[in-house]
């Protein structure tokens, strides 16, 4: 089989029966073999997903040990020689899924490949193409200087602010919420590394699959919608918001904490629990 795509669903129901219908109807029964690999670990019956149709496969009753856990499982899974891991609040259009295929099928040094990927109100999802957080691209990100320069190749090594949103190119990372990879190379890195519950785990994928030798290439010839807000950070659920702060920590001390020191360490795990607690205080008011 050509392609298997992977969505997860937790408590999404409506959205991922969207997100699913998107690429049923998209062109890629028209141009190779593929399935959809729904993993559910809802908490809640009536969020359990269910749709009948030949190219698509559920894996229900899942038990919620974080997204790339479930991710993990829908790979272990798939046919496909190809994995795309595709958010559950996203729709594609017709021939999103057939142009990044055919993209990262033709080249074969990209490991990783994202595309470009728009909000509702169709601003950049800036997720979709990324720089690596160290601790400098990490305080220009916060402190908001990216912004205040956003064609600033100094101040903007996260967000990527400087670069084309139109043009394809070789980045650090790319979002989970569109992430095709080859499966060959997924499992010789051995997936998603399932420390991280929720938020960080692409970064961290993105990072090992760049030290394997590969490319990560953002690939702005398809594009994507991401209902960013309605499952995630923007909730203001107390419990993700701690989640997005620990991944932080977790990719700090996993890829940096031997290169900077001791000193940098409890700078930025300060700096991050800091951030945490003002956080959770606005969640609260």
Known sequence: MDLSIIIVNYNTKELCTQTVK???????HETFSYEVIVVDNSSKKEEIFSLSHPNVRIFSGVENHG?????????SKAA???LLFLNSDTIVEADTIQKSWDYLVN???????GIKTLLQDGSLDHGCKRGFPTPFNSLCYFTKLDRCFPHNRH???YRLSYLDPDQTTEVDAVSGAYLMIPKEIFQGIKGFDESFFMYGED????YRVKQA??????????TMVHLKGQSGLQSQ?????????????????KHYKKKYGVVMRMMVHGAIRAKCRWSLLKSSQ
């Open 107 to 113: 080249h074969p040094e990209i490991g990783v490949l």
């Open 67 to 75: 997204f790339g856990h479930a991710c993990n499982i829908g790979a």
């Open 203 to 206: 970064l961290d994928l993105c």
């Open 237 to 253: 659920n107390p419990i993700i918001i701690q989640h997005f702060y620990q991944a932080m920590e977790l990719f700090y001390d």
């Open 155 to 157: 101040f903007g090594g």
């Open 213 to 222: 030798g590969y490319q990560v290439v953002y690939y702005a010839g398809s």
């Open 80 to 82: 496909g020689k190809i």
């Open 22 to 28: 998107y690429v049923l109807a998209s062109s890629v």
